[in-house]
């Protein structure tokens, strides 16, 4: 792993249509290379493109080894993975593989029968002792599933329940059956003989449930307001989680050479547990997705009840993480991926006045921290969360269930919307805005989601004709990274912790010393930081065009400046 790159994320079915069918595809990517090697962006991850149902966009995965025929065919695949080489970039896979879909041949075959050889691929178990199958409240756990209701369907067939922690089109696969890592491991080493650099890995850290010698699973803590409890304690990070990265690890990559990258996303992980999972020495991955940051917006009911976030607490944890992984180990960098709303309209201000400079800022004081970057298609132009109407403007699966289950309980339905609104993944998924024409150029057909409006004004092609906009500021950090080793490398030290608008820290690499100064608001504020910066060069900064002379200070509403010395010029 090569760990001074950016990484760019491309959620294919939302980033270009090159058929018409309103889709994004694999020509579409092709057709773009262009935008993402002026980027400068070195890896890109795609989302998944397996052949699936699509039931939550591909994360339910029915043949690994394929591609599906909305986002084109292994050749193509082949091409585009070519084509990326060639520009010098990487290509990382995303591997889904807590569940599949359950038209996955394995789900299949396992349901078919109690006595079917796959039967223990999956979590197959019976009502909850004295009730019948199919009675409230006989799912063998009180689990409550991440899209709303029961972790557990039931098979009528059998009168046997099996466990989806995401949609009962996502049952999860059973690793403590050997047989089943070993399917995997050969799948992975499949697409690596074929060329790809690496993979994401899907909510990687619930693959081990805490399961009985017995086979029994634990019911989880009762959650207040709801029929189902909390499960996570059984598989966030369950018993035998390191045990399976390293045997994976051991499997699949320590005999091949070359600079594979490994991500495990990990809802739920504290920086104790990603320092075991990232210490190289351990061998599990390269680094983890943590989502502490992302949640720190999460009100008493959940996401979908926002509350508003203070930069005190956004410190507070991304600073335990950099300090956290100073020694050993390593942090990735993300304010945005499919998952998670538009960080410009989230954490800064997506009116007119102040989108650019807050987008600026907020990349600014992410791609300052030690650890890998990683862009979301369209962070980098700046696009905004999107003008949702009613729930039939909504997509995903989380979001419609979360309406339907939460209107059915009782829930004010505009008040259901506007958490929707807020923090639901379709912000993250409406199409990337290339151009100011029709469906931002994203297709010449149907987009399978609207296009925002404001593509008139917020677009690639306007983007990469202003040396201002968001798309050249993030150009320039990513090459700041790759010219000035203490962007990636350096020592971290939070500076002015309690400023409630001041997002300011230092890093240093031998004898290079940097500044980095964010007004994470739309006010001037003047800050109180360390003396002996006066002379220092200006690297980057956001809004040279307001720095007053003689008011080295002051800080323009969202504006960010990283300064660079050398000790000695002190
Ligand atoms: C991960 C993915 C998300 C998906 C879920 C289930 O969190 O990022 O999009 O819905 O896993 O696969
Ligand atoms: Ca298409």
Redesign the pocket.
Known sequence: MDITGAVYQIYPRSFADSNGDGIGDLGGILAHLDHLQALGVDVLWLSPIYCSPQD?NG?DISDYQDIDPAFGTLEQFDELLAAVHGRGMKLVMDL?V??TSDEHPWFVESRSSPDSPKRDWYWWRRPRPGMAAGAAGAEPTNWASAFSGPAWELDEASGEYYLHL?SPK?PDLNWENPQVRQAVYAMMGWWLDRGVDGFRM??INMISKDVGPDGHLHDGRPVEGSPYGDGSASYICGPRIHEFLQEMHQEVFAHRDGQLLTVG?M?GVTVEEAVLFTDPARAEVDMVFQFEHVDLDHGPGGKFDPRPLRLTDVKASLGRWQEGLEEVGWNSLYWN???QPRVVSRFGDDSPAHRVASATCLATLLHLHRGTPYVYQGEELGMTNAPFDSIQDFRDI?SVNHYRHAVAAGADAETVLAGLRWTG?DNARTPVQWTSGPNAGFTTGTPWIAVNPNHDVVNAEAARADPDSVFHHYRRLIELRHTEPVVALGDFTMLVPHHEQVYAFTRRLGDVELLVVCNVSGDDVRADLPGGWADAELLIGNRPDVVVPGEEGLLRPWEARVHRRTCGNQ
């Open positions: 939550d994360y889904v807590n569940h995401f996502q899907d909510v996303e809802p991926n499919h998952d989380e993944r």
